[in-house]
């Protein structure tokens, strides 16, 4: 999986931590102070969005007596308590990156989270130092299942897309890896389990946990 590979692009949210649900719970509580409760499919709907996309999106769909920018301040707010105090890494996760930086390899991040909320959930889990680059779908013109966030990220840590690996959770992200034109090994995440044959099908590699690969028994899916 590493071999001819220079440099490895996570997404954040069920990919490197377990997150995926606080946003549901988020969601419950911030449209509930304001007497509004979630739609249904909600979170299918805004699968892939920036940080800033579903704040617009909130905005134009729901009667919110905020600012987009207040929206979010308010999401940062909430979620970077959790962040910090609840969410943890995933199996093996210590121990990969561990790996990578013995073997010199730049490392980056693509997520369509905020900066704030990517930095505390890393920092508070001992790993933040380890990434050359953070980049947010913020940073550039389209959102994932479009390339462009980990396009912008492999330009910032100096790597070619094709020297660099993937690890994404769901679909979407999966196919905005292979559209930069890298390699993608999906993760399991209970969040996406309803999609592991659509997952398996997009990417190159599958791992239940990261020690799937420590110890060489992750799944090879295109040869």
């Not at 579903?54 to 940062?76: D, G, Q, R, S």
């Not at 790993?127 to 980049?135: E, P, Q, T, V």
């Not at 779908?137 to 994932?144: A, C, G, L, Q, T």
């Not at 094709?162 to 890298?182: H, N, Q, S, T």
Request: glycine share 6%; proline share 4%.
């Amino acid at each position: 999986m590493l071999e001819n590979k220079k440099a490895v692009i996570f997404d954040l949210d069920g990919t490197l931590v377990d997150s995926m649900w606080i946003w549901r719970e988020i969601d419950i509580r911030f449209l509930g102070k304001y007497g509004l409760e979630v739609p249904q499919g909600l979170n299918d709907k805004l699968e892939g969005y920036s940080f800033h996309e579903t704040a617009v999106y909130f905005k134009e769909h729901f009667p919110l007596p905020l600012t987009i920018e207040e929206i979010m301040e308010t999401w940062n707010r909430m979620a970077s308590e959790i962040y910090i105090n609840e969410i943890r890494l995933k199996e093996g996760v210590k121990e990969f990156i561990e790996l990578l930086k013995k073997r010199n390899m730049k490392l980056g991040i693509a997520t369509s989270n905020s900066r704030k909320l990517a930095k505390d959930c890393l920092r508070s889990n001992g790993i933040l130092d380890a990434f050359d680059y953070i980049c947010t779908s913020d940073e550039v013109p389209r959102s994932k299942p479009e390339p462009d966030v980990y396009l912008h990220a492999a330009k910032m840590i100096d790597t070619r897309p094709k020297d660099a690996l993937v690890f994404e959770d769901i679909p979407y992200g999966i196919l905005a890896g292979k559209r930069a034109g890298m390699e993608v090994c999906a993760v399991k995440d209970p969040y996406s389990q309803g999609s592991v044959k659509e997952k398996k099908e997009i990417a190159d590699y599958y791992i239940n946990t990261y020690y799937d690969i420590l110890d060489g028994t992750y799944e090879i899916l295109k040869k």
